[in-house]
């Protein structure tokens, strides 16, 4: 066999690997994605082919939590993309006339700068104990910031300043602002929705990881899991696509906002 096909055979050996010993379905992601993630790990350890890096978990099972790391992505912001939180504000009011109370999924939150900025955004446009808002990821250290809830200055370099004075102190969001997230760990390609029907999902930049049909099954999720009239926020880069696509309405293409019909 050729070198090549050596190394993916080895590849494929590591992943499945992974999957048993760590639960991590890899085959949900990218290839080209775990590949370079892989290569950072093996680059930090010093090791230069997948069998030596297989052996190397074997010995060191640290190493595990430091791939998992490695894996999961976690760049964020409190209102990433300014303009989308906008936009999405006439839908919130919207569901907040239609409701009493609104059930609120943050889908692969990282350190929680999303659902604390859903938080701000519904304190702001509907009020007070107006939603419960599910936080979850599949990354534990992700979701022990989110509960720590203590950010770096470069958390806030989109957020308008006169939000961040009434809503933080000292950098940290306050009790009326946390007690409205709950955080679980949640696996989005193997576990169902935490708490449906829920009215908003908010789902930004994890799905660009996963491989086609990962996505298509976890757009199917999300769709079953919408309240007949809800709304589905995707990242900027993605894409609605699949059996769902047919289910819910693109109401604001350059947001990625889709509607789920009443
Ligand atoms: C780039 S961050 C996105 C954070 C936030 N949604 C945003 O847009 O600012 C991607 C997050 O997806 C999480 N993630 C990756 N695979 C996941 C899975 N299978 N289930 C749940 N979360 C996952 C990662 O741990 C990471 O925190």
């Known amino acids: 066999m050729s070198s090549a096909g050596t190394d993916e055979r080895a590849f494929q050996a590591l992943t499945q690997k992974i999957s048993r010993a760590r639960g991590l379905s890899c085959e949900s992601y990218k290839n080209k994605c775990l590949k370079r993630r892989i290569?950072?790990?093996m680059r930090a350890r010093g090791v230069h082919t997948y069998d030596d890096y297989s052996r190397l978990l074997d010995s060191d099972t640290r190493e595990y939590q430091e791939l998992l790391d490695a894996l999961t992505i976690?760049?964020?912001?409190?209102?990433?993309?300014?303009?989308?939180?906008?936009?999405?504000?006439?839908?919130?009011?919207?569901?907040?006339?239609?409701?009493a109370d609104l059930r609120i999924w943050s889908a692969g939150c990282a350190s929680?700068?999303?659902?604390?900025?859903?938080?701000v955004l519904v304190l702001e446009t509907l009020g007070e104990g107006r939603a419960v808002i599910d936080a979850t990821d599949i990354d534990r250290l992700s979701l022990e910031r989110t509960q720590q809830a203590k950010y770096p200055h470069a958390a806030f370099t989109e957020m308008p300043a006169a939000l961040k004075r009434?809503?933080?102190?000292?950098?940290?969001?306050?009790?009326?602002?946390?007690?409205?997230?709950?955080?679980?760990?949640?696996?989005?390609?193997r576990e169902p929705p935490p708490?449906?029907?829920?009215?908003?999902?908010?789902?930004?930049?994890?799905?660009?990881y996963f491989e086609r049909t990962a996505q298509e099954r976890l757009f199917?999720?999300?769709?079953?899991?919408?309240?007949?009239?809800?709304?589905?926020?995707?990242?900027?880069?993605?894409?609605?696509?699949?059996?769902?696509?047919?289910?819910l309405t693109l109401v604001d293409p350059r947001e990625?906002?889709?509607?789920?019909p009443a």
């Not at 760049?75 to 504000?89: D, M």
């Not at 929680?112 to 938080?119: Q, V």
């Not at 009790?175 to 760990?185: A, C, F, S």
């Not at 990625?256 to 789920?260: A, D, Q």
Request: proline fraction near 7%; aromatic fraction near 10%; charged fraction near 25%.
């Open 74 to 99: 976690n760049v964020t912001k409190f209102f990433r993309n300014l303009e989308t939180w906008e936009a999405l504000r006439p839908y919130l009011r919207k569901l907040g006339d239609a409701h």
């Open 112 to 119: 929680g700068e999303e659902p604390y900025t859903i938080a």
């Open 256 to 260: 990625r906002i889709y509607t789920k």
């Open 195 to 208: 708490h449906p029907p829920y009215e908003l999902i908010v789902c930004r930049n994890v799905v660009i």
């Open 220 to 247: 199917q999720v999300f769709a079953d899991a919408l309240a007949p009239g809800g709304v589905l926020l995707l990242g900027k880069v993605e894409t609605l696509f699949g059996p769902a696509r047919e289910r």
């Open 39 to 41: 290569a950072v790990r």
């Open 166 to 189: 009434r809503y933080f102190r000292d950098d940290q969001p306050l009790p009326g602002v946390r007690q409205l997230v709950q955080v679980r760990q949640h696996d989005l390609t």
